[in-house]
């Protein structure tokens, strides 16, 4: 990569920051980031990330200062991490209302399910093996939702793009 090239990248990456990184550039202007431009969205997901961020925090307080005793910080520990697991696992669920009113599965990822079936089988066959409950228990819901969605995407099969299709005659 020529020296220029670098230099036009590293200068299109700082422009890309918003329009209070570098308002006063004029080689930058007011470009806002897509991602962000939208206020409201903005506030509600940084809210909710530092809502999640306080929970991990409190956690951890929790765990680390006020259970003196190992053997019930391990018990506990693996208790809340379950429950997280459990929750992400049953996360892609509340897409199943709109997939079975519209009939399509576009909103779901065929990808995703497959690495998360392998996934969540890997960590229950572990966990059987170590005879832990807290990795077989919270790692079934992935095995079992992995299952919901592939019955959902051999129900409502995903229309192939147009253009891709096209593109192939």
């Known amino acids: 990569m020529e020296a220029g090239g670098f230099l036009d990248s590293l200068i299109y990456g700082a422009c890309v920051l918003g329009p209070q990184a570098h308002a006063n550039d004029p080689e930058c202007g007011q470009r806002p980031v897509p991602a962000l431009s939208h206020h409201g969205s903005q506030r509600v997901v940084l809210l909710q990330t530092a809502t999640l961020l306080g929970v991990l925090l409190l956690g951890y307080g929790y765990f680390w200062l006020l259970v003196p005793n190992p053997e019930a910080r391990l018990q506990q520990l693996g208790l809340f991490c379950s429950v997280f697991t459990i929750s ?82």
Do not use: H
């Open 88 to 169: 992400m696992y049953l996360s892609p669920l509340a897409d199943l209302a709109k997939v079975i009113q519209t009939k399509s599965t576009q909103c779901l990822s065929y990808p995703l399910t497959i690495a998360t079936l392998l996934t969540s089988a890997s960590w229950c066959l572990y966990g059987f093996r170590l005879r832990d409950p807290y990795i077989m228990v919270s790692n079934f819901p992935g095995i079992v939702t992995s299952f919901i969605r592939f019955w959902l995407f051999w129900k409502y099969p995903q229309e192939q793009d147009r253009n891709y299709w096209l593109l192939q005659t």
